[in-house]
């Protein structure tokens, strides 16, 4: 153990973040501490952990947990919690029809849960009004995949990420958000592998690629259609696959020359150079191993299935498709987004990959002996918030998902769960959203909750608990059941969760004469085979073998078993910008932090590489609006306004924007970019376009500012109008604030902020400069320090910062009011290995003393050793040092 202690037990469980779903060893010890590695024998990862998951073991305390149910905010017990939602869900139902209530669930869960909420709404409620998280990150994926194979099929396998010769990154920043996938594919780059990414921004993804195509926002399917007519051209499409697989080429090529496909109309309307486009397409050409990987900046746009069918088109076209290394490759955000596209999570699919024909209605409805299971899709999640905002919606359970953050047009979406008349919320800790609960009910969390999800590549993991359950906390699935059994529903029953899986997988072995998606060989494990299950790919025959690859025959789920190449937009997208809103506004991940902070937001080491809310501008357009690196910056859209610290960098396209999607009001009320992002969606898969909101900029110009360190968390926001930044550090709170107010501004807030503080007093103040430096000591123990000015210089917060983890002494004491350390600044820099916790000071130290290469940063400081995600960062900052002069140059 890391204390020293001795491990009692390691459990194999699955990590709790991305669709890559790496094998974790948890070593546990006493009381809830655990030692994370990696499952050397879990196919995903071999081993591997990223940053996330290797701080697993830093999320699982308990503090902010729900621990018991509440109704209006007063403790309850299972019994009223429980009663309480079945009645106002019973007489919801009965007053006003099924379709008055709504789930609201997520990639979060385990399939397990999945399949109880989708059975209690789609065949006892009788509403296909169930949607999830996974709306906004994989619909339009779905929605291609089924209309280009017959179902939600996902071809290939990690395997051909390292088979493949080339591997297309379309709107996949893999080096943040699938960092284990991307070393796989980097050892493989080694071996020869090409790599092209096709992104607005030049991201860490980007940056050590062959090629980087930088599009024009939006221009992808004009991208990927011009690869097509290109390969025509060519001559480098496969004539016997299509003839023998493939429907529609003829109706695809004979739209695509309604427009000009010449390589200088495709590279202007891309914003591209035409030389890059012409290596694009050379390379695809050329390699026949090809995998297009396919993410959010595909998926999230209100051309998000067209992004996907293109791309779909250019692998059928090829016959790339069902080979080793050759695939397009839609990959999964959470660790069971597939669980719930499987289980029928989606307002618009049923279950077990069956839709609403009457024949699949009718068989699920006999499945589960429920003649009420509905007929008709149900509403998608903007939709659905929508229908709760006007009414229509009366009642809406929302599960381990953070949508007052996570959706767009967020302000709306509060105002629809302010007005609601009933708000349940299942959640494992106080979110942003359970702040509109009528009904919080405590759920199991990573560590603690047992059950199946499934990766990227179509493989079933388990999830172990590794815990016992905290409090009262409960099992989703079993939460759920009860609530369905209490309003005298049959079949909710089950007495474990290896009962719930049974049934999931005998539903999709049951009458099935030609779904690929079935777990045959599941359908009749035992609680222990259950508890004892190994990493298994599906299709799952009646022999228990999984399947790596799909459609290595050739046949596709669709009546003539052949796949369908679908014509899409022939032309450019509709310009959105506008004066007023000159600028486009991209948002999505950062590398160390998941979604709305609420477990990697309690590890301080996540929270160094990107401390703060920020928003990225290309230096032209930072020079043009007198915004500064480092300033704040107001972005504004027509829905709302955000302020975050200006990042100026080339790294983005001049006329775009980038805001990081993580912060929340328990983390930066102001920052909040969904705030921002209006809601307009595919209108196929309904998923809403979040990397592409018209908006301006401009200096926030503050009159003040000022910082914050306590050894205990504030409890409470404090107050929307003024900017302010929480910073979780190892043995402080760090809060950034600044404002446009006056002296009684600053006033108010340090009141707030300093009422409840213990200790003795010492201040001191500058009246010309407005600085006033205070400290709180008690003992020899700094209790909190609050710094304000008006001039814009405050000290370096990380000698403030480490104060707190040591006994203050007397030189220390003093130098609190001189507001400088005693040896000179000491500034770790951004956290740029947070693995190995290497800060940039000493990546550049090592960098400077000859370290020219990312292997031989790694050998100085450690940095980009674990899970290598810091590596193109280190060698970004080697080439800046390597091409900045060391001696001025000199004009004579
Ligand atoms: N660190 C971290 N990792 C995560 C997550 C996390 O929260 N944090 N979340 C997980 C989840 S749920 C998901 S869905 C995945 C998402 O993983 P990614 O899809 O890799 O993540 P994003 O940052 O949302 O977006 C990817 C890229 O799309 C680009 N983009 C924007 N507009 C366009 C466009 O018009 N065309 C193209 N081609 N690209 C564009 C953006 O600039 C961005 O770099 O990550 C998973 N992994
Ligand atoms: N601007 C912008 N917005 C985006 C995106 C973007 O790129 N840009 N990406 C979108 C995408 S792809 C996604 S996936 C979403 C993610 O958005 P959310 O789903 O809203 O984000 P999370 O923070 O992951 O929220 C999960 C919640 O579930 C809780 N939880 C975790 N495990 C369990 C469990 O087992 N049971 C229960 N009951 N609760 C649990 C956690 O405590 C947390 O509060 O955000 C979307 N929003
Ligand atoms: S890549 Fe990182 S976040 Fe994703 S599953 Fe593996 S360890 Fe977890
Ligand atoms: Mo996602």
């Not at 618009?348 to 009420?372: C, I, K, Q, Y």
Request: charged share 20%; net charge neutral.
């Amino acid at each position: 153990m890391a204390d020293g202690s001795a491990a009692l037990r390691t459990v194999k469980t699955t990590c709790a973040y991305c669709g890559v779903g790496c094998g974790v060893a948890g070593a546990v010890g006493e009381g809830r501490s655990v030692l994370i590695t990696g499952d050397a024998a879990h196919p995903a990862n071999l081993g591997r952990l990223c940053s996330k998951g290797s701080a697993l073991g830093a999320t699982v305390g308990l503090e902010g947990r729900l621990l018991e149910p509440t109704i209006n905010g007063k403790s309850a017990n299972w019994h009223e919690a429980t009663a309480l939602v079945a009645r106002r869900f019973k007489e919801t139902i009965a007053r006003h029809g099924p379709d008055s209530v709504a789930f609201y669930v997520s990639g979060q869960l385990l399939t397990e849960d999945y399949y109880v909420a989708n059975k209690l709404m789609k065949g006892f409620i009788g509403s296909g009004n169930i949607d999830t998280n996974s709306r906004l990150c994989m619909a339009s994926a779905v929605a291609a995949h089924k209309q280009a194979f017959g179902a939600d099929l996902v071809p290939g396998c990690y395997e051909d990420l390292e088979l493949a010769d080339l591997v297309v990154f379309s709107g996949h920043n893999a080096a943040w958000t699938h960092p284990v996938l991307f070393r796989r594919m980097e050892q493989a780059r080694a071996r020869g592998q090409k790599h092209v990414v096709i992104d607005p921004r030049r991201t860490d993804t980007a940056e050590g690629a062959d090629l980087h195509l930088a599009i024009a926002p939006q221009s992808d399917v004009r991208l990927w259609n011009g690869l097509l007519a290109d390969l025509v051209r060519r001559g480098a499409i496969d004539r016997d696959y299509i003839a023998s697989h493939v429907n529609g080429f003829e109706q695809v090529t004979a739209a695509l020359v309604e427009s000009d496909q010449s390589l200088s109309a495709v590279a202007a309307d891309c914003g591209v150079a035409i030389e890059d486009l012409r290596t694009f397409y050379d390379l695809f050409a050329a390699n026949a191993r090809t995998v297009s990987l396919f993410s959010m900046g595909a998926n999230q746009s209100a051309q998000g299935v067209a992004k996907g069918l293109a791309i779909i088109n250019a692998h059928l076209a090829t016959g790339r498709i069902g080979k080793p290394g050759a695939c397009p490759f839609s990959i999964t955000g959470q660790p069971n987004a597939m669980g719930g596209r499987e289980t029928g999570g989606m307002a618009n699919t049923l279950a077990g990959h069956m839709d609403f024909s009457p024949e699949d209605r009718d068989r699920v409805a006999r499945f589960w002996g429920a003649p009420d299971t509905t007929r008709a899709p149900g509403l998608k999640a903007v939709e659905m918030f929508e229908a709760v905002r006007d009414g229509r919606i009366k009642a809406i359970w929302v599960m381990a998902t953070n949508p007052a953050v996570s959706l767009p047009a967020s302000g709306a979406v509060r105002d629809a769960l302010a007005a609601c008349p009933f708000v349940v919320v299942s959640d494992c800790v106080e979110t942003d959203t359970t702040a509109f609960a009528h009904v919080k009910l405590p759920a199991l969390a990573w560590g603690e909750k047992d059950g199946t999800v499934t990766n990227s590549e179509r493989r079933i993991s388990r999830q172990r608990a590794l815990f016992p359950p905290p409090g009262q906390a409960r099992a989703d699935w079993k939460i759920m059941a009860d609530v369905a059994t209490a309003m005298g529903f049959d079949g909710f029953g089950w007495a474990s969760n290896a009962a719930v899986f049974r049934e999931w997988a005998r539903l999709t072995a049951y009458e099935n004469r030609d779904r690929f998606l079935s777990l045959a060989g599941l359908s009749a494990l035992t609680p222990s085979a259950y508890g004892e299950l190994l990493p298994v790919q599906w299709p799952i025959g009646v022999d228990g073998e999984g399947t790596p690859r799909l459609f290595v025959d050739g046949r596709f789920q669709t009546p003539d078993r052949r796949a369908r190449m679908v014509p899409v937009l022939p032309k450019g997208p509709a310009e959105l910008t506008s004066a007023a809103f000159p600028m486009s506004l991209n948002t999505g991940r950062i590398r160390d932090q998941w979604h709305t902070m609420t477990r990697t937001g309690l590890a301080p080491d996540l929270c160094r590489h990107a401390p703060e809310p920020y928003v990225e501008i290309h230096p032209e357009d930072a020079e043009a609006l007198g915004l500064k690196d480092g300033a704040l910056a107001r972005v504004s859209t027509a829905r709302a306004e955000a302020v975050a610290v200006a990042k100026v960098s080339d790294r983005q396209r001049r006329g775009s924007l980038f805001m990081p999607m993580h912060w929340t009001d328990a983390f930066a009320p102001s920052g909040r970019a969904n705030a921002l992002v209006e809601p307009r969606v595919d209108p196929t898969s309904g998923q809403p376009e979040f990397k592409h909101t018209p908006a301006r900029v401009r200096p926030y110009r503050e009159t003040w500012k000022g910082f914050f360190l306590s050894r205990s968390a504030l409890m409470s926001p404090l107050g929307a109008d003024l900017v302010w930044r929480r910073i979780p550090q190892d043995a402080c709170q760090q809060y950034e604030f600044a404002g446009r107010g006056d002296v009684a501004e600053r006033d108010v807030l340090r009141k707030a902020l300093t009422k409840r503080l213990a200790g003795e007093l010492v201040t001191y103040e500058d009246a010309a400069t407005g600085a006033r430096r205070e400290a709180w000591v008690e003992g020899d123990q700094l209790v909190a320090v609050l710094y304000m000015t008006t001039t814009g210089r405050l000290p370096s917060r990380d000698w403030l910062v480490d104060l707190f983890q040591a006994d203050l002494t007397a030189e220390a004491r003093s130098a609190l009011l001189f507001g400088r350390p005693p040896g000179g600044p000491v500034d770790k820099g951004p956290m740029v290995c947070a693995c190995l916790k290497v800060g940039a000071k000493a990546v550049t130290a090592a960098i400077a003393a000859g370290a020219d290469t990312a292997d031989a940063v790694g050998a100085a400081t450690g940095a980009g050793s674990n899970c290598g995600s810091c590596r193109p960062e280190i060698a970004r900052m080697i080439n800046a040092f390597l091409v900045t002069p060391k001696e001025p140059v000199r004009a004579d």
